[in-house]
């Protein structure tokens, strides 16, 4: 009985002008017609359509006005499978690329949640959600304050872009106040390079207290980029961090690095610098080098970079051929980390 059922709704559905191009799929429990144009689909309700899958308990369509009033739980997912979008109610456009939805959540890429009271998508491109609550830490009836969150009051998605606008953003840590930015502009989580701000992270350590990390990324090209991530503690630190990459065509470089201040070494600059790479040269040579400095023992153990005890620095210049391997000598440094 329910293979029949469905096959006459695969069938109805069809044959509506909005989605009858694209063979749209909608399966559900039971089917009511009313009048000539209102299809009342319950229980255990299901769309496909153009790789977006709709879930519902129960959706009303109206062909008259080519709209979808749906009740949930709702859960929308995109073609891609990383857009998730969470909703108790909904009125949406046949083609579900328009609408709005209430007591909304949009998850993007399993790592970033955002929820809202209302939620507006426009166009298939654009999703707007007003009085936003967003956090990628987990939250449940143990723990309905998350760690961090940020806390807006308009969040503009392009799903285009991949890019997440806030507005009037607030920034807290177990629910208390940070500081407020009026305007925010970050990539979304399933966007691989993009000049913007990048989810902040929590840091506790007895020496330095708890600490923010606020990473901004910059795109130099499509070879090259930079990152630079503040660091602040409860206890007078203050760090820059710094990442640099760069890809050559015969070979490529990594930089990092962190300048500090703190109470551990009073009035003394601290920091550290390792800078590696490899590169191709004429005659099947290949050069590769490592190298690594510290300004005292103790820092890349105080900021959690490094637990080592020495440092070893070394230049490479070899080349393989078959059944042996011919190495020029390198030059290695080895120092005290700790």
Known sequence: ????????????????????????????????????????????????????????????????????????????????????????????????????????????????????????????????????????????????????????????????????????????????????????????????????????SLRTTSDLGTGLKFPYFITLGPSRDLLITPYFTTKNGRTVELRYRQAFRTGAIDLTGAFSRDDLLPDTDRGYLFAKGAFSLPENFGLTFDIKTVSDPAYLLDYGISNTDRLDSRVEIARTRRNRTYRRPDHQLSDPAR
Not at 20 to 28: C, I, M
Not at 37 to 62: H, K, M, P, Q
Not at 120 to 129: E, I, K
Request: hydrophobic share 45%; charged share 20%; glycine share 6%.
């Open 1 to 200: 009985m329910r293979a029949l059922l469905r096959g006459l709704i695969v069938l109805f559905c069809l044959a509506l002008p909005a989605m009858a191009q694209d063979r749209a799929t909608l399966v559900s429990d039971s089917l009511q017609i009313t009048g000539d144009t209102r299809l009342i689909a319950s229980g255990n309700v299901e769309i496909l359509f153009r790789g977006t899958r709709l879930r519902a308990s129960r959706i009303v369509y109206d062909q008259a006005a080519n709209r979808l009033i749906i009740d949930g739980p709702i859960v929308l997912t995109d073609e891609s499978g990383t857009t998730l979008i969470l909703a108790s109610q909904a009125d949406l456009s046949a083609d579900l690329s328009e609408g709005i939805l209430t007591s909304a959540r949009l998850v993007l890429n399993q790592q970033l949640q955002l929820a809202a009271n209302r939620m507006l998508r426009t166009g298939g491109r654009y999703t707007a959600l007003d009085n936003v609550v967003a956090s990628s830490c987990k939250v449940c009836a143990a723990k309905p304050v998350p760690l961090w969150e940020i806390r807006a009051r308009r969040v503009v998605h392009d799903q285009q872009e991949r890019q997440l606008y806030f507005d009037h953003a607030q920034f807290r840590i177990s629910g208390v106040p940070v500081f407020y930015i009026p305007r925010l502009r970050m990539p979304d989580p399933t966007l691989d390079r993009a000049t913007g701000f990048l989810m902040p």
